[in-house]
């Protein structure tokens, strides 16, 4: 069994981040993962994406065409990747920055207003952590408690900050369930 | 070791400290410069040295200085940086001094492109510069480039010489669970007999002269005669292959290696899921080349076919076509400029081979 994630969005919103705290996570869980950026030049002023590849068996093929779901943080990255996904699969709508979603039907479509939620738990800077606990709520893919230990791990060096980002995964993912 | 997640470049940094290497000079270029960035953090913290030089050339001679004197040095670079260099390396192999290379292979020609390509296979097995002299070894993933970087050193100093790691933009730039094996850790061998390493830490009174300079006819034969003992010596001991599905009675033969066989791996599950078998022999080293592994796979009675698959234009084909002598016909596919071929696209040729 594998899947594979694409993140998408504007340099700077997060995406690289994110999608490696769920590689973090699924090897912890003793998955085999792969996390494949793009660093053409698309990512300066374009759009940012990466690839996380998580499976039970020896990853092959890093590339991925076909990604089982998206992340996708902003407009362009939706238009250019939606058709993409295989039928099926989940994709995540920044509701705060892409009004018209998406006319597929065959996929699961979570549409998320992160920044909204991200101000309400106290800063939208956290709005990346929202997007990320949603989608692993809806997805499953990981366990929520051990994602959110990889991401106190990575804000060790900024303690601070902790609290703000906790508080935003479980809105996250309280937004998931419920919707 | 518990297992982290570590980007390819940083893995390589990682290993190359974790092998014993304190000196690393370094001029930055894409897909590459993370190495450069770990280890100017990381080496002061072991008491090591990272020095940027002005340009890949300078780097090359500062490597030869600190090998020459006996010192376990690496550098890293990409494509045009790894040309750059090539005068140094040859003066190197000639001088017969221990170093290791990283080349995070970048599409060429000329500046070419930053994505990951394997277009430098000629240069890296052929010579690259002038002279009779060889490189080796290839990677498939930041597992196997953590090992082979540790590696490199032993060889490195096993035969005195010049070792490469050949990667590509793509195990540069992924992440990927790895494992620092303690093991692959080997202590300096000594270096008194050849190396400048400095009169008083050594008790031999003898000189040692380190120079690629041999004016004398015969002279400079035998330093080539003494290259070449330690090139068959090589063929001899250090070829490594992986044979994938050759087990059962397959029709097609892939030969590929680094990141492409990891593609070819997962078209080859593909295939098998239609209940088509199709095998592929992957070199590890692709200098020394396993010749006669590729021979015996592309010879089974089953097999009718061989196709080399690369992220270039046909450069290691070459090598798999002198192997398999004749006995059966090889094709070629390959892209480059940073599209790698899909398991779609390699099914596809396959199905039309059979």
């Known amino acids: 069994m594998q899947t594979e994630i694409k993140f998408a969005g504007f340099g700077g919103q997060g995406i690289l981040l994110s999608a490696k705290l769920l590689a973090y996570a699924a090897m912890k ?3 085999f993962v792969a996390w494949v950026p793009s660093y053409g030049p698309e990512m300066r ?5 990466c690839t996380v590849v998580i499976s039970d068996k020896l990853i092959g093929s890093p590339i991925i065409k076909n990604p089982t779901h998206l992340v996708a943080m902003n407009r362009p990255s939706l238009e250019k990747f939606v058709d993409d996904v295989k039928p099926g699969g989940i994709v995540f709508i920044n509701k705060s920055l ?3 979603g998406s006319d597929r039907t065959d996929i699961i479509k979570l549409e998320v207003p992160i920044n909204e939620i991200a101000i309400k738990a106290g800063s939208v800077r956290a709005a990346n952590i929202v997007a990320l606990a949603s989608f692993a709520a809806k997805s499953k893919l990981v366990d929520l408690d ?4 990889c991401i106190k791990g990575e804000f060790a060096a900024k303690a601070k900050i902790i609290p703000l980002n906790m508080k935003a995964f479980d809105e996250g993912v309280n937004f998931a369930n419920n919707n | 070791m518990a297992k982290v997640l570590m980007k390819g470049n940083e893995a390589i940094a990682e290993a190359a400290i974790r092998a014993g290497c304190l000196n690393y000079f370094a001029y930055p270029i894409t897909p590459q410069s993370e190495v450069a960035e770990y ?10 040295v990272f020095l940027q030089g002005e340009s890949e050339v300078a780097v090359g001679y500062m490597i030869f200085g600190a090998a020459g004197a006996g010192e376990r040095v690496m550098t890293t670079s990409s494509s045009p940086g790894i040309s750059l260099m090539s005068e140094a390396i040859s003066y190197i192999a000639a001088a017969q001094c221990p170093a290791v290379f990283v080349n995070i292979v970048r599409g060429g020609p000329g500046l070419g492109g930053i994505l990951p390509s394997q277009g430098d296979y000629f240069q890296a097995t052929k010579g690259g510069g002038h002279g009779d002299y060889h490189l080796l070894v290839a990677p498939d993933g930041v597992q196997e480039a953590v090992e082979m970087t540790m590696q490199a050193f032993t060889l490195a100093e096993k035969y005195r010489g010049p070792v490469m790691i050949l990667g590509d933009g793509l195990i540069g730039q992924m992440m990927e669970p790895v494992e620092f094996p303690d093991n692959l850790k080997t202590e300096p061998s000594n270096k008194d007999d050849w190396a400048t390493n400095g009169m008083d830490t050594r ?15 015969t002279e400079l034969n035998n330093n080539n005669l003494a290259l070449k003992a330690k090139y068959d010596q090589m063929k001899r001991e250090e070829i490594q292959f992986e044979a994938y599905n050759t087990d059962g009675d397959y029709k097609v033969l892939i030969t590929s290696f680094g990141t492409m066989s990891r593609v070819c791996r997962t078209a080859i599950d593909l295939l098998k899921e239609e209940g088509i078998e199709v095998a592929m022999l992957r070199p590890k080293t692709v200098f020394p080349f396993p010749e006669q592994a590729v021979f015996d796979a592309a010879t089974k009675k089953s097999c009718k076919s061989v196709i080399s698959i690369e992220m270039n234009m046909g450069q290691m084909v070459e090598d798999v076509e002198r192997c398999v002598k004749g006995q059966r016909p090889v094709e070629f596919y390959g892209e480059c400029g940073g599209d790698i071929p899909s398991p779609e696209k390699i099914i596809e040729i396959i199905k039309k081979m059979i």
């Open chain 1, 98 to 100: 892409i009004p018209g």
């Open chain 1, 146 to 149: 051990l994602l959110k230990d």
């Open chain 2, 203 to 217: 008790k031999s009174k003898k000189r040692n002269l380190v120079k690629s300079l041999f004016l004398d006819p």
């Open chain 2, 39 to 48: 280890l100017v953090k990381r080496l002061p913290e072991e008491g090591g």
């Open chain 1, 29 to 31: 869980q003793g998955s």
């Open chain 1, 45 to 49: 002023g374009g759009t940012a994406y």
